[in-house]
């Protein structure tokens, strides 16, 4: 399939990566105190449209920027790249390189955390800080753990699921029915309110684009390559950290998650917990923008 029908016409697009065109959103105030931007990446299933409440309120006092990564939002979903966070990684370098051109605070939540965290890494004197909502990511010690013979069995069973393509396919075509995507944000949003249809139709849409299917594939399966533990990104990172924690959340707020954080962050790490879940800059936007603003302002 030719490149241009990955893409929606009515999309204005401004940047490439691997000579793909990537959805982009960007906006500044008039004057702003400092020399430096705000890139906000998104995490799984979702898009530049999950910063709604934040772009606005941001960028009256500082350069935002904002896109969706390649395989998801109104970005093209090609079938000839390998997904991982790696990948991801080197698009969130690449923009701060080549569209932003100036120290820059890459904001991530979930899967857009690990990128961030990643990219934030690599920058070297591009890199003003990172901001991590809730990320993804695994550490070496989770990794290394001895596991138990039932442990082993689940991952067992797990990994002949998911390589089954029959499979995949009904729980994709089960996962982006509205209805489940509804019910999912609602297991990890503690305030329900901006649970709405904009938000769901934003996540249902760009699952109905062609190659959708396969970044779903390419993400859950077991096999899949993975980029570095989040031990070692955090002895590669430079540059002042945030960690805003969404405090009820299912899925990466657990003890021992915590515990590994607290061991392997930087010292110049400043953590805030919130009453919240997966993705506080959504569920709580005053709030979070409000923490952001004040420790971009900080620095």
């Known amino acids: 399939m030719e490149k241009s029908a990955l893409i ?9 990566f691997l000579n793909y065109p990537i959805h982009t959103i960007s906006a500044k105030p008039e004057q ?9 990446i998104h995490g799984f299933g979702a898009s530049t449209d999950h910063w709604r409440f934040n772009i606005p309120i941001l960028s009256s006092k500082y350069e935002v920027h904002a896109m969706d990564l390649l395989g998801f939002g109104k970005s093209p979903k090609p079938q000839d790249v ?19 051109k100036k120290p820059t605070i890459v904001v991530g939540n979930s899967l857009g955390g690990y990128a961030a965290l990643a990219a934030g890494a690599e920058l070297n004197d ?22 138990n013979m039932l442990q082993t069995s689940i ?7 998911l390589k089954n393509i029959v499979l995949q396919r009904l729980i994709f075509e089960n ?3 509205p209805k489940n995507i509804k019910k999912t944000l609602n297991q990890v949003y503690v305030d329900k309110k901006n649970v ?16 959708a299917f396969n970044v779903f594939r390419s993400v859950f399966n077991p096999s899949g390559p993975q980029g570095l533990p989040l031990d070692k990104l955090f002895a590669k990172l ?62």
């Open 8 to 16: 929606d016409s009515d999309v204005n697009y401004d940047w490439n």
């Open 32 to 40: 702003t105190s400092k020399e430096c931007a705000i890139l906000l």
């Open 82 to 100: 390998e997904y991982s966070g790696s990948l991801w990684k080197d698009q969130v370098v690449a923009y701060v390189q080549e569209k932003i």
């Open 126 to 147: 591009l890199n003003a800080g990172v901001i991590l909502l809730n990320a993804a990511g695994y550490f070496s010690e989770e990794k290394t753990i001895k596991k």
């Open 155 to 161: 991952e067992t069973v797990a990994g002949i699921f």
């Open 175 to 177: 996962m982006r029915n």
């Open 196 to 211: 709405d249809d904009f938000l769901v139709e934003s996540i249902r849409k760009p699952s109905l684009d062609f190659g």
């Open 238 to 299: 430079n540059a002042p950290l945030l960690l805003l924690w969404g405090g009820k959340d299912p899925w990466m707020n657990t003890p021992k998650k915590r515990n590994l954080y607290k061991k392997f962050t930087p010292k110049n790490t400043k953590e805030i917990i919130l009453d919240a879940g997966h993705c506080p800059h959504d569920e709580i936007p005053e709030l979070v923008n409000q923490h952001i603003l004040d420790w971009v302002d900080s620095l």
